[in-house]
């Protein structure tokens, strides 16, 4: 495949959504094979298309002094990727990415749309683009500058202080490294470490959680180890969270959100077979996903069924579990390096039905519990509302729970938790933004 399709294959990627307001890892990988991209391009199309969504604010900003009017969503795509290439891309050069550009408006559009996209690019070539130092409100500084809403920077301002703001919108823009949690119930770090190394993928033991691996080199999705059920692929913050619920074998745990199934089968791992989670998800077709885990990595534990956790009382009345994670449906605002199109979609009305339905589950969770149980509430969001507001309003409806300090976990996180939750910052060792409550039942 010529990089030519390439770039036709990452504005496809672009407009569908806009149009459809569509994950784009899934689209993503829906458009390597629809476009049939080699492995080769795969990393450049993956960067343009990513960078591209990462920096549209930035982009945007750039392009204005240079379009004369309103033009159609496909070709300021265009634009954006052909100048994202153009600012960000050393080993792209700058002629071959006005070329193409050109190149894609005649065959998708008419010839005055290839007349103005050369005409746009060539000048930006010529003139170079506007600083950002013109920008003196530093909330809109920011938003400008790293591609973040404007709403969604004030309202971080609001809660974490600018700095702290500029630091995780800055962190959000640099693509995260693949982490993997290793199946310690069937094998060692080490002897993973060295498995991959055979089948040429370059990785590292994590320094933040004791079950995880850095990759430097290569892909861990395509290796034996991982097909064997030695590897899951997984984020270290998520790692954390079943760590901090502690199961121990032979306990009966239930995880209430639980497809794809990453945390489930983490807590299987731990209790190395003895003892059983059950695993729900609203979704009939999520818990196949969370069976393939299951079975991929060889564990015996685990049961999937489909089911609204807000109604788990009613399906099991009888039902009590030693320890029960809520790891609740969330605005996803901690994994914006991974997906991007989140921080465009989300508006700030959002947040307060998802805080709703994570007291509901949270709620239910109570019902199915054993006196003196574990419960851990956990989100891959940074927001306070659906944290530490949904964590407040449990606490004032639920005198019979306390929340505890987060145990578990390894002592450098746990010192990071305030006030005994754990809000972690995708700037603090690099993982996703995640946060993590434990409670006991009286
Ligand atoms: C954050 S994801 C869970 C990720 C999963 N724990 C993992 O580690 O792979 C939240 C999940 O909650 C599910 N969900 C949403 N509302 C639900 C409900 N009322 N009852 C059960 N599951 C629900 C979603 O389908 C989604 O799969």
């Not at 784009?24 to 993956?46: E, M, P, V, Y």
């Not at 990462?54 to 300021?76: A, I, N, S």
């Not at 746009?120 to 003139?127: A, D, E, G, H, T």
């Not at 703001?165 to 290793?182: D, H, S």
Request: aromatic content about 6%.
């Amino acid at each position: 495949m010529s990089k030519f399709s390439l770039r036709e294959a990452a504005l496809h990627i672009l407009d569908q959504i806009d149009k459809n307001q569509s994950y784009s890892n899934l689209l993503l990988n829906h458009a390597i094979q629809k476009f049939n991209i080699s492995k080769k391009d795969t990393g450049l199309l993956t960067e343009i298309t990513y960078g591209t969504l990462q920096r549209k604010m930035t982009l945007d900003y750039y392009l204005e002094p240079f379009l004369k009017k309103k033009v159609e969503g496909w070709v300021r795509n265009l634009l954006r990727l052909s100048l994202y290439q153009m600012i960000y891309l050393d080993r792209v050069p700058e002629r071959a990415a006005i070329h193409e550009a050109v190149e894609i408006a005649k065959k998708k559009g008419h010839k005055g749309i290839s007349g103005m996209v050369n005409g746009v690019l060539r000048s930006i070539q010529r003139q170079g683009v506007r600083t950002l130092d013109e920008i003196s409100d530093p909330v809109i500084k920011i938003s400008i500058e790293t591609s973040h809403p404007e709403w969604l920077v004030k309202r971080w301002a609001a809660h974490f202080g600018l700095e702290k703001t500029k630091e995780m919108c800055e962190r959000n823009l640099i693509a995260p490294v693949q982490t993997a949690r290793v199946n310690t119930s069937r094998i060692s770090r080490s002897e993973v470490i060295d498995m991959l190394k055979q089948e040429g993928v370059e990785a590292s033991e994590s320094t933040i959680v004791p079950a995880g691996i850095r990759v430097k080199k290569g892909n861990i999705a395509h290796t034996g180890a991982y097909k064997e059920g030695y590897i899951s692929v997984q984020d270290e913050s998520s790692m954390l969270v079943a760590y901090a619920l502690g199961a121990v074998p032979g306990e009966s745990i239930l995880d209430m959100c639980a497809a794809p199934g990453g945390k489930t089968t983490h807590i299987a791992e731990s209790l190395n077979n003895e003892g059983e989670v059950l695993a729900l998800d609203l979704h009939e077709h999520k818990i196949k996903l969370i069976k393939e885990n299951a079975d991929r990595l060889k564990l015996e534990n685990v049961k999937g069924e489909a089911m609204d956790g807000r109604k788990l009382n009613e399906h099991y009345p009888d039902r009590q579990f030693d320890r029960i994670l809520v790891d609740a449906p969330c605005s996803g605002l901690g994994v914006l390096r991974r997906k991007p199109d989140i921080k465009y979609a989300k508006r700030e009305q959002d947040l307060e039905s998802l805080s709703r339905i994570q007291q509901e589950l949270l709620h239910a969770a109570v019902g199915s519990l054993k006196k003196g149980g574990t419960l851990v509430y956990s989100t891959c969001t940074v927001d306070k509302e659906e944290n530490e507001g949904t964590v407040n309003k449990f606490l004032a409806d639920h005198p019979e729970m306390e929340l505890t300090a987060p145990a578990g976990l390894p002592e450098s996180i746990a010192a990071l938790a305030e006030n005994n939750m754990l809000q972690i910052f995708p700037q603090d060792f690099d993982g996703d933004g995640f946060f993590i409550a434990s409670f006991k039942k009286k």
